[in-house]
């Protein structure tokens, strides 16, 4: 598939009616192999990066509907398991996955689905913190934020239709709740047990806020526009017989042009819609699934969106379905950063580590939270998302919205 941590695939074929699949040799001992050396289990650093090249791979694999069928730490290949730090875990190379090839189906007669390929990764990361792939009877560290349960439960439901999308998905949330900080003088988040997601909500919550219980928005639906009533009706005014006439043929003749000038003005606005203003059409561009392609489309989870100007900062400003909002600012240097988070109250807040660069939340004790995102590689390094939902705090703007949006 070309992908740098997939092991290629050297041949194929069939012998006494059993087919194989041969790889290139991949000078590189497997994670197990570094299991066994720390029964204990892992460094969380280390077992993040390792998932994330691994969870990359498998993405990868889906879009080309492929599915893996039986991730394990025996299929991860480590180039050097005894000297293995963080930063070399993330190098393309380092970190292969094997065991491709011609996946049998389940038990229940069904092809593997991607969705059998986030739960093994899940089971796959609990086996490297803990050192054994039982969920029931270890725990991850106390050090480690509880939050990382909820992330699992979700990731290994039973219901595939329930766990994350992608790897990719899994992965960002698990990376936040194993690095989830507390603030001194600040109760801890508490440990949600997961349960079928309701209908008006995808995933199960990650954190809690102890001081702030959600506040549900209301979005009113059945809003119409009010249409003026005159306070006197006026009386219709009868026409001759002989100007009924020709008045019949004008009215007729008056309501097919109306007709035809209307549908010309539909069917212009469906096909050439305005596009964004140059100042701010590179910020939709960098970010497609996240903002709409024109103003008058709709970005990600319904959002509307309009461009802005904040102290000379350029932006698209959007607004979605819960009433999120989320601006998207072009902050090419350091005053320009802090132009837009200017206006936050108790920023910087608390430090979020995630792999794509800094980024940080509100305090339980902000009652209308916000978090704000970096990047740290190209192209979105230019880039500020500062995101804010009224009576909401920080940790449900992360839980709700932050670890699904497409950032990346």
Not at 314 to 336: H, M
Request: include cysteine.
């Amino acid at each position: 598939m070309g992908h740098p941590a997939i092991a290629q695939v050297a041949g194929h074929g069939s012998a006494d009616g059993r087919a194989w699949v041969a790889i290139e040799p991949v000078p590189a001992s497997d994670a197990a192999l570094l299991i066994r050396r720390h029964p204990d289990g892992i460094d969380i650093d280390l077992a993040v990066r390792i998932i994330t090249v691994v969870g990359d791979a498998l993405d990868a694999a889906h879009r080309r509907r492929l599915v893996h069928g039986n991730v394990s730490p025996a299929d991860i290949l480590l180039a050097e398991p005894g000297d293995l730090t963080g930063s070399a875990a993330a190098t393309p190379g380092v970190v292969t996955l094997t065991g491709f090839g011609l996946t049998a189906p389940g038990h229940d007669g069904q092809m593997p689905h991607p969705a059998g390929d986030v739960a093994a990764l899940g089971r796959t990361l609990v086996e490297l913190l803990t050192g054994t792939g039982s969920v029931a009877r270890h725990r991850v560290s106390g050090a480690v934020s509880p939050a990382f349960y909820a992330v699992l439960a979700r990731a290994l439901d039973p219901d595939s239709d329930h766990r994350y999308r992608t790897c990719a998905e899994f992965v960002r949330a698990a990376e936040l709740a194993l690095h989830l900080t507390h603030t001194d003088g600040e109760p801890a988040t508490e440990v949600i047990a997961a349960g079928t997601p309701g209908p008006d909500r995808g995933v199960p919550r990650v954190f809690t806020p102890a001081g702030h219980p959600d506040r549900p928005t209301e979005v009113d639906t059945e809003r119409r526009r009010a249409v003026a009533t005159p306070s006197t009706p006026s009386l219709p005014v009868s026409a001759s017989p002989r100007r009924r006439r020709w008045i019949a043929p004008i009215l007729v003749a008056a309501v097919i042009v109306a007709l035809v000038v209307g549908t010309l003005i539909l069917l212009g606005a469906s096909t050439t819609r305005p596009p964004w203003p140059s100042a701010v059409a590179p910020i939709a561009a960098t970010f497609p699934q996240l903002l709409p392609e024109t103003p008058e489309s709709t970005g990600w989870r319904g959002a509307r969106c309009e461009a802005v100007l904040r102290d000379g900062v350029d932006g698209i400003s959007c607004t979605d379905d819960a009433n999120v909002g989320f601006v998207v600012w072009r902050t090419p240097t350091l005053p320009t950063r802090a132009a837009v988070t200017a206006g936050l109250k108790g920023y910087p807040g608390d430090e979020i580590s995630w792999r794509d660069g800094p980024a940080s939340a509100s305090r339980d004790s902000v009652v209308d939270g916000w978090v704000v995102t970096n990047f740290a590689g190209s192209p979105r390094a230019t880039y500020t998302v500062v995101t804010t939902w009224p009576g909401h705090t920080g940790r449900e703007i992360l839980d709700d919205w932050w670890r699904t949006a497409p950032l990346g």
